[in-house]
């Protein structure tokens, strides 16, 4: 049963790219949950179809691109039936999403007023006045100074980082209970990363939100997330807290990952990496996804998929060395 503390639940979420030849899954039952207020982090190297889950989510898979089964409920409603019209009012008031490069995500034509204005009127019937009054209390919100100022400048005359606090006060003006930050961080520099990520942080706890953060930085992960899943190769191989996460990894890409973080060792900094790469879509492994880059693998590993495995009340992993363990019947 699913739990209904829950503001978003994720079950057995497949997605598949047409084909002459059939559909190609790139997602591949996918299952999560979301607590009201609490942060998830997707982890998983390039490829691995973490972006592509928070797309099915918002409904904004490329046009090629469909989910072909399984369901994403949000306040105990199947999004996944809805009209498009349907998941266009969702998104902005109910859910909303940070991309990686805001200048990509702002319109470059439109004054950055105009686009957030634009935004509200098109979920609240408020007035012009009303709206813009809100864009600059949000542009003051997250750190912009003169608002007044910057809501009549285009985006190109702002920093990248000033961009970006432009998109997240334009996620949360209408106040969603669900945000999504793909990689938010990637096109800045580290001191702007550190900032945007406290804003975000203050601003859940004002509002009261949930947020999925999609990285594969797992030091951003230890400062914000409450309970984190690992994908490799469209699959979740791990999923658990924040804290068992670094204390005691399960599944050995988790391992591989964590050991690929940068070190200190007499005064030089050591390296560890994970042999080869992320499987083809059209060219998976018949058993474990993973079994080709790890180093404990068996026969099985290679004829077989892995169930996921509970292992304690606060972890579970996709992999064959926790055989002995009861296979997990629902998702954190």
């Known amino acids: 049963m699913l739990e209904t503390l829950s503001l978003l639940n994720v079950r057995d979420l497949e997605v598949a790219l047409p084909s002459e030849d059939g559909d190609i899954t790139l997602v591949n039952k996918v299952s999560f949950s979301l607590k009201k207020g609490k942060t998830l982090g ?14 099915s989510i918002m409904g904004l898979l490329p046009p090629n ?16 039936k809805l009209s498009k019209s349907e998941r266009r009012r969702l998104r902005g008031k109910d859910m909303a999403m940070i991309f990686q490069e805001p200048m990509t995500s702002l319109n470059p034509v439109y004054k950055i007023g105009y686009q957030i204005v634009e935004l509200i009127r098109n979920h609240e019937n408020i007035s012009k006045a009303e709206a813009r009054k809100r864009a600059i209390h949000m542009l003051e919100l997250v750190g912009i100074p003169r608002p007044n100022k910057v809501i009549e400048d285009y985006p190109h005359q702002l920093s990248g980082g000033m961009r970006q ?14 945000l999504i930050a793909d990689e ?4 800045l520099d580290v001191t702007i990363q550190a900032q945007i990520f406290d804003l975000m942080k203050s601003l859940q706890d004002k509002m009261h939100m949930s947020l999925i953060l999609v990285t594969h930085d797992l030091g951003v992960v230890a400062e914000v997330c409450d309970t984190v899943i690992v994908m490799y190769a469209g699959e979740v191989v791990e999923r658990t807290t924040v804290e068992e ?3 005691s990894p399960k599944h050995p890409y988790t391992k591989g990952l964590l050991a690929a973080l940068p070190k200190l060792e007499e005064d030089k900094e050591v390296l560890s990496s994970i042999p080869g790469t992320v499987p083809s879509p059209t060219d998976m492994p018949k058993g474990c996804r993973f079994a080709d880059r790890c180093p404990h693998t068996f026969d099985l590993c290679h004829e077989k998929s892995p169930k996921e495995f509970f292992i304690n009340e606060q972890a579970s992993a996709k992999c ?10 629902s998702p954190v």
Do not use: H
């Open 245 to 247: 996460l670094f204390e």
């Open 65 to 80: 691109i469909k989910v072909k089964n399984g369901f994403i409920q949000l306040n105990g409603k199947d999004i996944t």
């Open 320 to 329: 064959w060395l926790y055989e002995e363990q009861l296979p997990r019947k």
């Open 42 to 55: 997707i982890v998983g190297e390039s490829g691995c179809g973490k972006s592509l889950t928070s797309l």
């Open 184 to 187: 938010p961080t990637t096109a």
């Open 165 to 178: 606090r432009v998109m997240i006060g334009m996620a949360l003006s209408c106040n969603p209970g669900l």
